[in-house]
């Protein structure tokens, strides 16, 4: 003959349980959410980077001037399409484009600075603006503090 007290803690051990998953759930949720987090933060720059360098592969450098945020309508003060010719042709220690990597993405106000790595141990930071996601060479050589 069942007792009285038989089924007592069967509730506690099955609310253990259920509280023990949620807590469970929620730290494995903020962990990849964290790590998603920093794989993509810097996602949309890193890629407009990576539409930068194969349009310098044709020497047109019109198109490459244009991500700088320059065009002819509307020409950069301190750019023009030569000073591409300058900085990217086969005269520049960045002519072979076809090895670039970026090693490094770091955020820095409202952009952020790109470590290109182009081999033989000549690496450029460039930076991208965020809100138009213009390209330039970064004006700071890392991310000044407090930023």
Not at 15 to 34: D, E
Not at 72 to 78: K, L, M, S, T
Not at 96 to 123: A, E, P, W, Y
Request: hydrophobic letters at 35%; proline letters at 7%.
């Amino acid at each position: 003959m069942p007792g009285y007290f038989d089924q007592y803690g069967a509730g506690d051990e099955r609310r253990i349980k259920i509280i023990r998953t949620v807590a469970i759930s929620l730290v494995s949720l903020i962990i990849v959410s964290g790590t998603l987090f920093f794989v993509f933060d810097n996602y949309r720059e890193e890629r407009q980077m990576k539409q930068f360098f194969p349009r310098l592969g044709p020497r047109d450098y019109k198109a490459p001037y244009a991500l700088f945020g320059c065009t002819d309508a509307n020409p950069c003060p301190q750019s023009h399409p030569e000073q591409s010719m300058e900085d990217w042709g086969p005269a520049s220690g960045r002519s072979d484009l076809s090895n670039f990597r970026i090693s490094k993405s770091r955020s820095c106000g409202s952009g952020v600075i790109l470590t290109v790595d182009f081999g033989k141990n000549h690496q450029d930071k460039l930076w991208v603006e965020r809100q138009d996601m213009s390209i330039g060479f970064s004006p700071f050589p890392g991310c000044p503090a407090g930023r």
